[in-house]
């Protein structure tokens, strides 16, 4: 059975079927995945309200399962080192996907306070790789050239995909534990990351790396935001005591191992998506002809 959660059916499903646990995952990371930023935020926050309400209202509903982000802790050099679950954003994420899970986790707390009697775990992922998935950051490490903020060096966690579904999974046995981190042990950084992709990368200044992420959008090579460029400069870190001690979990892949099982699954996807590379090109030589391709001519060149 399929149905929108942006729809009213929705509601007549849950209650019709008398359905006890609801695993809520529907929310889009990246606008191209939702079809436009537009249609991203009115499937995570419009959706998500017709979801919760739809909960509200069926008596049968008693646990409700959330899969949110670690982006609401927002990224900043006055971030702690590790965050954990009672800890607020030193700087708000102001745009996309971890502003929306700010929301999404804000209509959640509202059921909870509503609907005591509902059990409800919201699990706060770090960035979820591995090789099938495709997200804003598995597009920016698999560009011919990574771009990394100058002076920055990003200390990065992530959860394998197949992690993420068992933690889902996982917390579906259990009683509420309100938000939990999840997160692979360790934690590599931005240019550890890039060579362990096999990828040269360029130091950009903060300010111009925007520019180049623009440039790579132009061939819908990544759908980044300023969120995510601020954890490509400040970094952030999970503190998981509660994921082992509360939800009882301990992921397969360690953040290393899940970025290599992403890298080795993921050499050379990107020439995939150069509507101008050439067989047996190099990164280096791809990424030339990108910037050719977005740079206009001198007039004293034509």
């Keep these: 059975m399929r149905a929108d959660i942006r729809s009213p059916l929705i509601s007549r499903i849950i209650s019709g079927n008398d359905v006890d646990t609801v695993v809520h995952m529907g929310v889009v990371a990246t606008p191209r995945a939702g079809g436009g930023r537009a249609t991203q935020k009115e499937v995570n926050v419009i959706g998500t309200m017709q979801l919760l309400a739809a ?34 954003a030193k700087k708000m994420p102001s745009s996309g996907w971890a502003r ?58 992530f959860v394998h995909e197949d992690d993420c579904v068992a933690a889902l999974v996982r917390a579906i ?38 520019t180049v992420t623009d440039l790579a959008k132009k061939f819908g090579l990544i759908d980044i935001g300023s969120d995510q460029l601020d954890l490509l400069s400040f970094g952030r870190g999970l503190d998981t005591t509660r994921m082992r001690e509360e939800l009882g979990f301990e992921p397969a892949y360690t953040t290393r191992a899940a970025y290599e099982d992403y890298a080795r699954a993921t050499k050379g996807r990107v020439f995939d998506r150069l509507p101008f590379a050439q067989p047996g090109w190099s990164a280096v030589q791809a990424a030339e002809a990108a910037m050719r391709a977005v740079t206009p001519t001198p007039e004293s060149e034509k």
């Design 173 to 210: 046995d259990l009683p509420g534990l309100g938000a939990v981190n999840v997160a692979g042990d360790g934690i590599i950084t931005a240019s550890q990351a890039a060579n362990l992709a096999g990828r040269p990368f360029v130091l950009v200044p903060r300010m111009a790396t925007g």
């Design 55 to 88: 909960c509200q209202r069926a008596e049968s509903v008693t646990k409700l399962i959330v899969k949110s982000t670690a982006g609401v802790y927002g990224s900043s050099p006055r971030d702690p080192a590790m965050f954990t679950e009672d800890m607020s």
């Design 100 to 157: 929306d899970s700010v929301e999404v986790e804000g209509y959640v707390r509202g059921l909870s306070r509503r609907r005591p009697d509902i059990e409800i775990t919201t699990l706060r992922f770090a960035n979820v790789i591995g090789p099938r998935i495709r997200t804003a950051f598995t597009d920016h490490f698999s560009l011919p050239v990574i771009p990394i903020p100058f002076g920055y060096d990003a200390r990065l966690q």
